[in-house]
């Protein structure tokens, strides 16, 4: 979460109150402290539902991968469970139940084997599913050493340099070092090569990411491990593998059904993704799934007595609300394989239409095309203006679109990234695609001579920091 700093008192502006909700109240109220009195729940709301009109509108957030649009009956039931702890399956058995059968289900759509032995659990999001799966893998590297006599204290973990930011604060909170591999400037993921390079006897995983939050791309999950089998059978140390599939793992075994990453390849330990992201539920709730139960060591399972039950339990969270769960659920009922298939289809479509619109564009070039998870980038080819001017021009007609450097290795390029979820419609993508030609019309109506293509130079190194866009 962020930090976020006190306030000094002296330089507080004070939240006004409308006449016509402030009755006997005072007109204003402090903004970082309590108020001296209470107010009626309609003069609360109000207040705060003025305030909260100033954010974006989500639909219209092309930044986020999270879900910003799910059925009446979902939102519902979500109400209906709010109140609901999650950590407790004592006092609520059958939303622990809807938990157990949607590890079920993840586990079957990932392949695991039928016996019954992989195990997992949901979590507040991908980063934290992801923290849990660097656990398990930090864990059992360390075992294995200890039992054979040799030094464990220095873990490292092999990733691309590309990864979610929360793989670096994995590293740095539970002191593995992270071996970021550079990537470009032809391929702006880890490959197999590169992996097995950084590879040695003090690794204790390395991550492939299903799905790149920076250009959308699968990496090549099959060809990692067959690269680290041939590693371990010449010898080399015996390196698993955790696969973040945060976005992809919910749309590959969909519409990528040929595509060996999950738990067909034995070298796959574990896999986490977000139901709210491409399992379409609002935010927040994550997934992590073990092959077996080896795979998660039993030194970092916890069995507490709680509220008159014994409760297993892998988290770095506790108390949080049963809704995401109930309606990780009900999406699975609701829309089935075939309901998954035609979302995720759909906007893959989208995404590769709108790329390839905005690719026959003359200021711009793609940088990927949206054929993996459904999203894609695109970078400025010849202009005066970058592509955070028009990241900033877009948000003008209320539409948000990152610009941001890509990952070492490749970090003169920035880019804008698009990304197409459930309720991106081609309509909506047509509206967008109109207002990124006005933008770029005027844009190049008050701009004279060729630019940096996309490059960052020092003008666009200072807009950098204009935007509010990280991974």
């Known amino acids: 979460m962020p930090l976020h700093r006190n306030a000094p008192s002296h330089a507080e502006e004070p939240l006004s ?36 009109m100033l954010d974006g509108n989500a639909r219209l957030n092309l930044a986020t991968f999270v879900t910003t649009w799910m059925e009446p009956e979902a939102g519902r039931l979500m109400a209906e469970c709010a109140e609901k702890n999650m950590i407790d399956k004592d006092e609520y058995p059958q939303t622990a139940e809807l938990e157990r059968r949607c590890v079920n289900i993840l586990a079957r759509l990932w392949h695991a084997d039928g016996d019954g032995d992989a195990t997992g659990c949901s979590t507040t999001g991908s980063s934290e599913a992801c923290m849990l799966g660097g656990l398990a893998l930090k864990w059992r590297w360390r075992k294995a050493r200890q039992a054979a006599g040799l030094a464990s204290d220095r873990p490292n973990l092999v990733m691309g340099a590309n990864v979610q930011v929360c793989w670096e604060k994995f590293c740095r909170y539970w002191d593995v070092e992270p071996r970021l591999v550079p990537v470009g400037p032809d ?28 250009d959308g791309a699968y990496e090549p999950v099959q060809e990692i491990c067959a690269a ?4 371990a059978a010449s010898g080399g140390p015996d390196v698993p593998v955790h696969v973040d599939g945060a976005s992809g793992a919910m749309v590959a075994p969909f519409i990528d059904a040929d595509l060996d990453w999950d738990f067909r390849l034995p070298r796959v330990q574990s896999i986490n993704t977000s139901g709210h992201k491409y399992g379409l539920v609002y935010p927040g709730v994550g997934w992590i799934v073990w092959r077996e139960t080896a795979a998660l060591p039993e030194e970092l399972v916890f069995r507490v007595d709680y509220l008159g039950g014994e409760m297993p339990t892998f988290a770095l969270n506790f108390s949080r609300p049963g809704a995401q769960v109930a309606a990780q659920y009900f999406n699975f009922l609701r829309l089935g394989e075939a309901g998954y298939r035609e979302v995720q289809q759909a906007c893959r479509e989208t995404a590769s239409w709108l790329g390839d619109e905005i690719s026959a564009m003359p200021e711009y070039a793609l940088v990927s095309g949206g054929r993996g998870i459904p999203v894609f980038a695109f970078r400025t080819v010849g202009t005066a203006f970058s592509v955070y001017d028009v990241s900033d021009a877009l948000r003008a007609k209320g539409w948000l679109v990152p610009a941001y450097p890509m990952p070492t290795g490749m970090e003169d390029v920035s880019v804008l990234r698009i990304v197409v979820r459930n309720g991106f419609s081609r309509d909506l993508a047509h509206l ?21 293509g996309g490059s960052l130079g020092p003008a666009d190194a200072a807009q950098r920091e204009r935007t509010a866009f990280h991974h």
């Open 187 to 214: 391929v702006a993921h880890l490959t197999a090569d590169k992996a097995v390079e950084r590879c040695d006897e003090n690794t204790i995983g390395v991550v492939a990411v299903l799905g790149s939050t920076y």
């Open 17 to 52: 109150v409308r006449p016509q909700f402030a009755g006997n109240l005072d007109r204003e109220i402090p903004r970082h402290a309590l108020p001296a009195r209470s107010m009626p729940a309609s003069t609360a709301y109000q207040i705060v539902h003025d305030e909260l």
């Open 228 to 231: 680290l089998d041939r590693l």
């Open 432 to 452: 967008f695609l109109r207002d990124l030609h006005a933008v770029t019309d005027r844009l190049t109506g008050t701009s004279g001579g060729a630019g940096t």
